[in-house]
């Protein structure tokens, strides 16, 4: 499988952002799926993650509330809905699936397959 990550942008504290990941390839339904993303200096963090079948959705403190992470498997899609920005948000975001094991998987090095990034800036 191969992903591409798409949606990112600038936005306000406060506002809303939807990043779509869109797989291309073969049995995307059996794939694990990440979201990550990495501020300026800094390393590269778990946002999210979702089963195979996207009916259990795992996600790191600091967004649990104000971040949804879904998947549509007919369209090979994964997506990650953010709500109520704040500064500390900023940072490229990553999709990322995970073809060994179930969810959740909280380590980048438990993904194999990585799309390109898609930067978020939340700014005034």
């Known amino acids: 499988v191969q992903l591409q990550a798409s949606g990112g942008g600038l936005v306000q504290p406060g506002g809303s952002l939807r990043l779509s990941c869109a797989g291309s390839?073969?049995?995307?339904?059996?794939?694990?799926m990440g979201w990550f993303r990495q501020a300026p200096g800094k390393e590269r963090e778990i946002v999210s993650t979702?089963?195979?079948?996207?009916?259990?959705?795992y996600y790191a403190d600091s967004v649990k509330g104000r971040f949804t992470m879904s998947r549509d498997n007919d369209k090979n899609a994964a997506y990650l809905q953010m709500n109520s920005l704040k500064t500390d948000d900023t940072g490229v975001y990553f999709c990322?699936?995970?073809?060994?094991?179930?969810?959740?998987?909280?380590?980048?090095?438990?993904?194999?397959?990585w799309g390109q990034g898609t930067l978020v800036t939340v700014s005034s």
């Open positions: 979702i089963s195979w079948r996207g009916d259990r959705t």
């Open positions: 990322a699936a995970a073809s060994q094991g179930v969810a959740p998987k909280w380590q980048a090095n438990d993904y194999d397959v």
């Open positions: 390839g073969r049995k995307f339904n059996t794939y694990v």
